[in-house]
């Protein structure tokens, strides 16, 4: 199979397996080159018990097989690639990803802001759904990944890279934000900064510690006005969203899981309240609700 040919096959698979809606979102996971952000062959590429080794303690660096040569074809999979074998970073499974960027609703010319967004592999699918009439900010907080994700973007003039702290940054009004990282609550700048009918999607995981990562659920809120609606997509195993993990409030999300009912999830609340028997998931400046979003609950 030729390389345009394995690209191609790829993304109808990803299409497939996702159940993509959004045409354009398909198209870029064609024509992105996957390579050219994973840096020079052969990759790892984790195996389908890696899981195990995260959750045993197993030796960093196991959990993974090795591609038999540099064939960029070996990509062109829904598989985990790693990034840095050692701390069990991995560029994101292809589906997973573009089932969240699906949802996300991404239009052209839309501005988006990208945290944790790594080598910049999905920056640049980011990128190639909007087009070149919109802009992408990738902020990512690890020195050494935000300068391979600068150098993977710099041919796209459409696209910024920040090293900063995805949870302080403010780049401005966005009409989409996507984070890549495990938080246990949604960042203020997030909210604040989207614009009317702006969609944010986060993970709210829970860790056994502040540093490593966890699992949860991936969050998705949408702005109308001054409300917020709210509902859960799908489950997620991620990497932490450093600066953005609370110790109680993460004691407090996993309650809330343990109590399920995920989809009884209606709204974010911003106005100040005491808990109550409608909040899913009750933080200091916010709240997962069950009631209807309303423009008195900012």
Excluded at 71 to 91: F, G, K, S
Excluded at 179 to 194: D, I, K, M, S, Y
Aim: charged share 25%; net charge negative; hydrophobic share 40%.
């Amino acid at each position: 199979m030729e390389l345009e040919d394995a690209r191609r096959f790829y993304a109808e698979e990803v299409r497939a397996v996702a159940n993509l809606q959004n045409e354009a979102l398909a198209d870029a996971f064609a024509r992105v080159r996957r390579e050219d952000y994973l840096g020079p062959g052969p990759w790892q590429i984790a195996t389908p018990d890696s899981w195990q080794d995260r959750t045993q303690g197993s030796p960093a660096g196991e959990g993974y097989r090795t591609t038999p040569d540099a064939d960029p074809r070996h990509l062109y999979h829904n598989v985990l690639v790693a990034i840095d074998a050692a701390r069990r970073l991995n560029n994101g499974q292809p589906a997973s990803l573009a089932t969240w960027l699906d949802a996300l609703e991404l239009r052209r010319g839309e501005r988006v802001v990208h945290v944790g967004c790594g080598v910049g592999y999905y920056t640049a699918i980011i990128a190639e759904t909007v087009g070149p009439e919109g802009h992408v900010t990738g902020v990512e907080l690890d020195p050494e990944l935000a300068a391979r994700a600068r150098a993977n973007l710099a041919h796209l003039r459409h696209v910024e890279v920040i090293e900063a702290d995805g949870g302080e940054y403010d780049a401005g009004a966005a009409d989409a934000v996507f984070v890549n990282a495990g938080a246990t609550h949604p960042r203020a700048v997030w909210l604040e900064r989207l614009n009317e009918g702006g969609r944010l999607i986060l993970p709210l995981t829970i860790a056994k510690s502040q540093d490593e990562g966890g699992g949860g659920f991936m969050l998705k809120l949408m702005r109308e006005g001054d409300a917020y609606e709210a509902r859960f997509i799908s489950p997620v195993s991620i990497f932490p969203c450093v600066g953005s993990r609370d110790e109680e409030l993460n004691r407090r999300l996993r309650e809330a899981m343990m109590r399920g009912n995920f989809a009884s999830v209606r709204s974010l609340r911003r106005d100040a309240h005491e808990p109550a028997a409608d909040c899913w998931f009750h933080g200091e400046g916010f709240c997962l609700s069950q009631l209807q979003p309303t423009p008195e609950q900012v």
